[in-house]
C-alpha cells in the first residue's frame, strides 16, 4: 500500500522510483550472493515484463509498474510474514556481500560516464539531434512511444483510424516495452509533450544499456570460480563492461539498435545462469535462462541462432544426477516454464511471418560496422580456450568441476555454428545482391560482441587454476597493483578511451568514446534538422492539430540529414507511422531544396486527394515557387 500510495503521489518516480523499483527486486531471495540475484532479476525481467504490454490491461492512470511494485512488495512481505521464523526470512532478504560486488557500482559509474549525453537533461531539438545520428532510433522511439500512448505493442493494436496497418506490427517489441516500463518507472504512465517523451527515451535506452552491461558483470562476478578472486575478476569486468561502452556493443547502441546490443548481452547471460546449475530442472534458473531466450526472441530474432548452441550445453553432462527431479511439484513448475518459453516463441513467429518481403535476409540497409578480425580473433579464442579447459584438470573449478568444465567445452560450439550461420547468410545475400548486405553484417558484429564476451568464461576458468595469492601484505598489494593494470590494459583493447587530447593529436579511437565526442559536439550545436520537434510542439501549443493525412519535407538548404529520415521522424513524432505513409514517406529522396523538394511535394500530395504536406515557414515560399501549382499552395503547409 505504501508504495501504491507513494507512486500515485508521486513521490516514487525520478530517480526515487528507480532505486525504490531496483530495492524491491534486489530484496527478492533468488540467491544468497548479491551478484547472482542481479543477473537473475535481469533475464526475469527482460523477459517476462514485455508480456505485461502484449495485452490491454484496465490499469488507468495507476499504471503496470505501480501495481507490479506495490504487488512485489506485498509478496515479499507475505512471504517474509509466512513463515515459522520471520526473522530469519527477513534475513534472507539481505544478500551475503563479497569483495566482487564492488565491480558492481564500478559498473554503473563507468555506464553513466561513457552514456553521460543521453542522460543528461537537453533542449528538445538537442535530443532529436543526437538521436538523428542514428538511423534506427525513429523507428524504436516510434515503437516505444506507442506503447506508452496505446498501452499496448504494435502487434496488438486496431488498424489505424484511416485504414491501412501499423508500420511495426511485424516487429517483436520485447526491448520497447522494457524501455517502455523504464520510462514508466520514472514519470508514471501518462505520456508527455514531445520533448519529454524525446528526453525520456534517450535516458531509458542509456539505462538499460548499463543494467544490461552491470547484469553480465554481476553474472561473472558470480560464478564460482570468480565469485572469490577480485584479482581475476576485475581484469574480467574490465573486459565485459569495455565490449558494451567502448568496443563493438558501443557502436551497435550509438548505431539507434539498442535492442540488438540487449540480445547479444541475453545470449551471454544464459551461459552465466546455466553455468553453476546442479540440476537442470531447477524452476528458478530455468525460468531465468527463459526469461533470455523469449528476451532475445522478442529483441533480435536471429540470434536464437547462438543462444541454442549455449541452451544445449548447459543441458550436459547427462547424468542422473543432474537430470534428477526432486518432487512433483518442481516438475510441475519446470514444465510450465518450458511451455511459456515455447508460446511466447510461437507468438514472435506469428509476429515476423506478417513480414511483406519475399525473403527478408537478403533485404539491403545500412552497413553495421563489424570488425572482422575481432570476430575472428574471439572465434578461434573461445574455440580454444574451451578445448583448454576440457583438457586441463579441475584445479579451481570446484567440486562440481567435471560437470562445469563439460559444459564449458561445449561452449565452443558456438563460434561453429556462428561460423555456419554467417557463411550462409552472405552467400544468399551475394547470390541476390551481389554483396553481403544488412543482416549478414549485422549477424556478424552480433557474434563479434557475444564471441568476445564469452571468450572470458573459458579465460576466466583457465586463469583461476592458480593458486590463490599469498595473503602476506607486499604480495597483497602488488596482486591488486597488477590486477588494477590489467583491468585498465584490457579496456585500451579497442583503442585509445581517453577523450579530451585531440588538442595534442591524441584523439579517442575506441568507438563509444569517439561516439561520445561526436554526442557533445552535436549537443553544443544541433543540426538545424532537429528542429522538427520544436515545430510540431509549437503547432499543437497554438492550437494548430496535425493532419491526419500528412507529411514532413524539410526543404531547407542547410539540412544536414536524409530526407527519407526527416520525413521518418515526422511519422515518428506525430505517432502516424503506417506501411502505407512509410512507402510515400521512403521515397522522398532529394538532395537540392529547390527543384528537389518540389518534386518530393508533387509525389506526396498525387498519392491521395487529402494528402497535406508541412515544411518550415521560412522556405515554403521556395517549395510553392518550385512547385508552380498553384491549386496545390493551399496543401502545402509552413510550421
Avoid at 558483470?217 to 560464478?223: E, K, R, S, T
Avoid at 494548430?544 to 542547410?558: K, L
Wanted: proline share 7%; net charge positive.
Amino acid at each position: 500500500m505504501v508504495v501504491l500510495v507513494g507512486r500515485r503521489a508521486g513521490v516514487l518516480e525520478g530517480t526515487a522510483g528507480l532505486l525504490v523499483g531496483a530495492l524491491l527486486v534486489l530484496l527478492v531471495p533468488t540467491s544468497r550472493d548479491l551478484c547472482r540475484r542481479i543477473l537473475l532479476a535481469g533475464c526475469l525481467l527482460l523477459g517476462w515484463v514485455p508480456l505485461l504490454w502484449w495485452v490491454p490491461l484496465p490499469v488507468g492512470t495507476t499504471g503496470r509498474v505501480a501495481i507490479g511494485l506495490a504487488v512485489l512488495a506485498a509478496a515479499v512481505a507475505g512471504w517474509v510474514g509466512a513463515g515459522r521464523r520471520p526473522r530469519l526470512r527477513m534475513r534472507a532478504l539481505v544478500p551475503r556481500l563479497r569483495r566482487v560486488d564492488v565491480f558492481v557500482p564500478l559498473s554503473v559509474g563507468l555506464g553513466l560516464v561513457e552514456l553521460q549525453p543521453w542522460l543528461q537533461v537537453k533542449t528538445t531539438s538537442q535530443t532529436l539531434g543526437m538521436l538523428m545520428s542514428g538511423w534506427d532510433n525513429s523507428a524504436h522511439f516510434a515503437m516505444v512511444e506507442g506503447i506508452r500512448r496505446t498501452g499496448v505493442t504494435a502487434d496488438v493494436l486496431a488498424a489505424p483510424p484511416g485504414g491501412g496497418t501499423w508500420q511495426f506490427f511485424n516487429y517483436p517489441q520485447g526491448f520497447h516495452a522494457v524501455v517502455a516500463t523504464l520510462i514508466e518507472v520514472m514519470v508514471g504512465p501518462v505520456p508527455g509533450s514531445i520533448g519529454s517523451e524525446l528526453l525520456l527515451y534517450s535516458q531509458a535506452v542509456a539505462l538499460l544499456v548499463i543494467a544490461v552491461t552491470t547484469m553480465l558483470v554481476a553474472g561473472f562476478c558470480a560464478l564460482p570460480v570468480l565469485r572469490g578472486r577480485p584479482g581475476i575478476a576485475a581484469p574480467v569486468a574490465a573486459f565485459v563492461a569495455a565490449v558494451f561502452y567502448f568496443g563493438p556493443g558501443a557502436t551497435s547502441i550509438q548505431g539507434g539498435i539498442g535492442n540488438f546490443t540487449v540480445a547479444c548481452a541475453l545470449v551471454v547471460a544464459i551461459a552465466l545462469v546455466g553455468l553453476p546449475m546442479a540440476r537442470v530442472w531447477a524452476p528458478l534458473p530455468l525460468a531465468a535462462i527463459g526469461g533470455a531466450v523469449v528476451g532475445i526472441a522478442s529483441s533480435w530474432v536471429l540470434l536464437l541462432v547462438l543462444a541454442a548452441p549455449v541452451v544445449i550445453a548447459l543441458t550436459l553432462p547427462f547424468a542422473r544426477r543432474r537430470w534428477a527431479r526432486s518432487s512433483v511439484r518442481v516438475t510441475v513448475v519446470c514444465a510450465v516454464v518450458v511451455l511459456a518459453v515455447l508460446g511466447c516463441l510461437w507468438r514472435t513467429v506469428v509476429v515476423i511471418s506478417r513480414v511483406q518481403a519475399a525473403s527478408p535476409l537478403t533485404l539491403t540497409g545500412g552497413a553495421p560496422p563489424v570488425n572482422l578480425g575481432f570476430a575472428f580473433g574471439a572465434a578461434l579464442g573461445v574455440l580454444g580456450a574451451c578445448l583448454m579447459v576440457r583438457r586441463g584438470s579441475v584445479g579451481a573449478i570446484g567440486s562440481a568441476g567435471r560437470s562445469t568444465r563439460a559444459r564449458i567445452a561445449a561452449l565452443a560450439a558456438v563460434p561453429v555454428v556462428g561460423a555456419i550461420t554467417a557463411t550462409v547468410l552472405v552467400v544468399m545475400q551475394i547470390d541476390a545482391s551481389g554483396e553481403a548486405t544488412y543482416y549478414g553484417l549485422k549477424f556478424m558484429l552480433g557474434a563479434e560482441i557475444i564471441l568476445l564476451v564469452l571468450l572470458a568464461i573459458p579465460v576466466a576458468h583457465l586463469a583461476g587454476r592458480r593458486r590463490p595469492p599469498s595473503l602476506r601484505p607486499w604480495a597483497a598489494v602488488r596482486g591488486f597493483v597488477a590486477s588494477v593494470c590489467v583491468a585498465l590494459a584490457v579496456t585500451q583493447v579497442f583503442g585509445l578511451t581517453v577523450a579530451g587530447l585531440s588538442g595534442i593529436g591524441l584523439s579517442a579511437e575506441a568507438p563509444g568514446s569517439a561516439d561520445l565526442v561526436q554526442q557533445v559536439r552535436v549537443l553544443r550545436q544541433p543540426p538545424t534538422s532537429s528542429d522538427i520537434a520544436v515545430r510540431i510542439e509549437r503547432l499543437q501549443r497554438t492550437g494548430g492539430d496535425i493532419p491526419p493525412d500528412s507529411f514532413y519535407v524539410d526543404a531547407r538548404p542547410d539540412r544536414p540529414i536524409n530526407s527519407i529520415l526527416a520525413s521518418q521522424w515526422y511519422l515518428a513524432l506525430t505517432g502516424t507511422w503506417t506501411t502505407q505513409r512509410n512507402y510515400v514517406a521512403a521515397r522522398t529522396l532529394f538532395v537540392d531544396p529547390g527543384p528537389g523538394a518540389a518534386a518530393a511535394v508533387r509525389w506526396i500530395l498525387a498519392t491521395s486527394p487529402d494528402a497535406v504536406v508541412l515544411v518550415p515557414f521560412e522556405n515554403r515560399y521556395t517549395v510553392l515557387k518550385a512547385l508552380d501549382e498553384p491549386r496545390l499552395d493551399a496543401r502545402v503547409i509552413g510550421i
